[in-house]
């Protein structure tokens, strides 16, 4: 019987992220850190404006981030 081991959900845009943006997941979770304290899509407008990362990056980056601080 096969396992599907495909990750799926916001992680599954890590490697793209990692590969556009040149810094590892880490980088972009530490500067969330900063801004923890905001609203989602806040928190996607913050990686967006402030960090040039693409709408659906960013969303992927703080729906993962927020799930793992349990907002």
Same mark, same amino acid.
């Given at each position: 019987?096969? *396992? $599907? *081991?495909?990750v799926?959900? @916001?992680?599954? !845009? #890590? @490697?793209?992220?990692?590969? *556009? !943006?040149?810094? @590892? %997941?880490?980088?972009?979770f $530490? =500067? =969330?850190?900063?801004v923890? /304290?905001?609203? &989602?899509m /806040?928190? %996607?407008? #913050? +990686?967006? /404006? $402030? &960090?040039?990362?693409? &709408?659906? &990056?960013?969303?992927? +980056? %703080?729906? #993962?981030?927020?799930?793992?601080?349990? %907002?």
């Amino acid at each position: 019987m096969a *396992t $599907d *081991t495909k990750v799926k959900g @916001p992680a599954s !845009y #890590f @490697p793209s992220i990692e590969k *556009t !943006y040149g810094k @590892p %997941v880490a980088h972009w979770f $530490d =500067l =969330l850190n900063s801004v923890k /304290e905001k609203k &989602h899509m /806040e928190q %996607v407008a #913050f +990686l967006k /404006e $402030d &960090h040039k990362i693409g &709408h659906g &990056h960013a969303n992927a +980056l %703080v729906a #993962f981030y927020r799930a793992q601080i349990g %907002v």
